[in-house]
């Protein structure tokens, strides 16, 4: 129990440095009708009088979303954004670049999904990404957060380099996936569009499915704001192609393309801690570890061989350790368990 709550306490120790030294002070910000345009649900789409900000909404006749205005050969896309509160098992909040609506069968995809979860239960999410239509090769990551994403703003930011991809939490780079030759198409390497949805997805996102949407609680709502979105514009059927080197190059230079020892630091303690499957060491689904796998021994001893944490997790052997410790106490005085 001590070394869970030392674990814990150096972790937010480690973030409080971090979030000191910000990646993301000098982030360039950009209202809705500079960057962005609504995708579907226009009428469950809310734009603020400043057009800084935007809420999306889901409620039993659609749900909502916006897409950025172009597309870019790799780039940096951030927002910060507000998950719904209360009841919300079975509903899907987005985050993700894709280029789908341009080549339906051969589409790159970097996702950040928001997994909704019944009252009382926090909010898990994941990310994941194909390249190429490689969707049968899913490369997804779950996770718990080590805050309640419905009660202020935070900010989620991909990254997508030539050489590297970095998922980032505020200023915690949560994944990192260093580009190798053995990934061939699997990489993303087409031009990408911003997209950010809510919707129903029932059959699977809360439990495998086992608990629906309740539209009592509807509308759930979405909210998003100080967006940002650096890269090379392009037009992906273009026949002369676009120089897009100095935009490399600048993205390249930036701090949330590198992650400092700090930084490193907070991303292991966060992968330690709340990380619960990873794709790497699913081995019953990948006998062999996908390429850019980077498989950390005393990562790998946390998981099964279907890649779920064993027994639950730190916190339910933590649970059932303090019960264990508690119940011998009980046992030994008779009079005290007659007045239980």
């Known amino acids: 129990m001590f070394k869970s709550s030392y674990n814990l306490i150096f972790f937010f120790i480690v973030i409080f440095f971090v979030l000191r030294s910000s990646a993301f002070s000098n982030l360039n910000s950009l209202s809705f009708e500079e960057s962005l345009s609504p995708l579907f649900g226009d009428g469950n789409l809310v734009?603020?009088?400043d057009d800084l900000s935007v809420r999306l909404l889901l409620d039993r006749y659609t749900g909502s979303g916006f897409i950025s205005s172009n597309m870019y050969e790799h780039g940096f896309y951030s927002s910060m954004i507000k998950l719904p509160a209360d009841y919300s098992a079975g509903v899907v909040v987005a985050f993700y670049t894709s280029n789908g609506d341009v080549f339906e069968k051969t589409h790159d995809e970097l996702d950040i999904e928001f997994l909704g979860n019944i009252k009382g239960k926090p909010w898990r999410f994941q990310t994941n990404l194909y390249g190429n239509g490689s969707t049968h090769r899913g490369r997804e990551e779950r996770y718990r957060l080590w805050f309640d994403p419905t009660k202020e703003f935070h900010r989620y930011s991909i990254l997508w380099?030539?050489?590297?991809?970095?998922?980032w939490v505020d200023d915690v780079p949560i994944r990192e996936v260093i580009r190798?030759?053995?990934?061939?198409?699997?990489?993303?390497?087409?031009?990408?569009?911003?997209?950010?949805?809510i919707w129903d997805?029932?059959?699977?996102?809360?439990?495998?499915?086992?608990?629906?949407?309740?539209?009592?609680?509807?509308?759930?709502?979405a909210e998003f704001k100080s967006f940002s979105l650096d890269g090379c514009a392009v037009d992906p059927i273009q026949e002369v192609p676009t120089d897009c080197s100095d935009s490399v190059e600048f993205l390249e230079s930036q701090d949330y393309s590198s992650i400092n020892s700090r930084q490193r630091a907070a991303m292991r303690r966060f992968r330690q801690r709340f990380m619960y499957y990873s794709?790497?060491?699913?081995?019953?689904?990948?006998?062999?570890?996908?390429?850019e796998c980077v498989i950390v021994p005393a990562e790998k001893d946390r998981f099964k061989e279907t890649g779920r944490l064993k027994f639950g997790g730190t916190e339910a052997r933590e649970r059932r350790r303090s019960r264990r410790q508690q119940r011998p106490a009980i046992e030994s005085d008779p009079d005290e368990r007659k007045r239980l």
Not at 279 to 291: A, I, N, S
């Open 201 to 221: 997805a029932s059959d699977w996102a809360t439990s495998g499915g086992k608990y629906k949407a309740n539209y009592k609680f509807a509308p759930f709502t």
């Open 161 to 167: 380099t030539p050489h590297k991809i970095i998922f």
């Open 279 to 291: 794709y790497c060491y699913d081995t019953v689904r990948y006998p062999e570890p996908l390429p």
């Open 47 to 49: 734009r603020s009088p």
């Open 180 to 197: 190798s030759d053995a990934m061939g198409a699997d990489y993303p390497a087409k031009p990408m569009a911003l997209y950010a949805t």
